[in-house]
């Protein structure tokens, strides 16, 4: 059996940032290397994209917290609330002298 494919024989997908299985033409592996490389670098780089996925993680977690725990999330969002007031407060403070 193939390592490319499934128990049940359907081929199993491959990652755009991989290279697949049993390339045998060198031509055609160093484009499927060139590909995936290219891929890897715009998955890394694209720091918007990879912000808002953090984002929606955290907001999830967030919402499985207050479904789990209502007082423990809303202590968390005073906290979180106080932080940020802290943060804008040094720096306006810094920014003022």
């Not at 160093?30 to 996925?53: C, D, F, S, Y």
Request: hydrophobic share 50%.
């Amino acid at each position: 059996m193939s390592s490319d494919q499934s128990r049940s024989g359907a081929p199993v997908p491959v990652p755009r940032t991989a290279v697949p299985l049993g390339i045998t033409d060198p031509v055609t592996q160093a484009r499927a290397e060139l590909k995936a490389a290219l891929h890897a670098i715009e998955v890394k780089a694209n720091v918007p994209r990879r912000l808002g996925q953090a984002t929606e993680r955290r907001t999830q977690r967030a919402r499985a917290l207050a479904a789990r725990n209502p007082a423990a999330a809303a202590v968390a969002a005073v906290a979180l609330a106080a932080a940020v007031g802290a943060v804008v407060w040094g720096a306006v403070r810094l920014y003022v002298r």
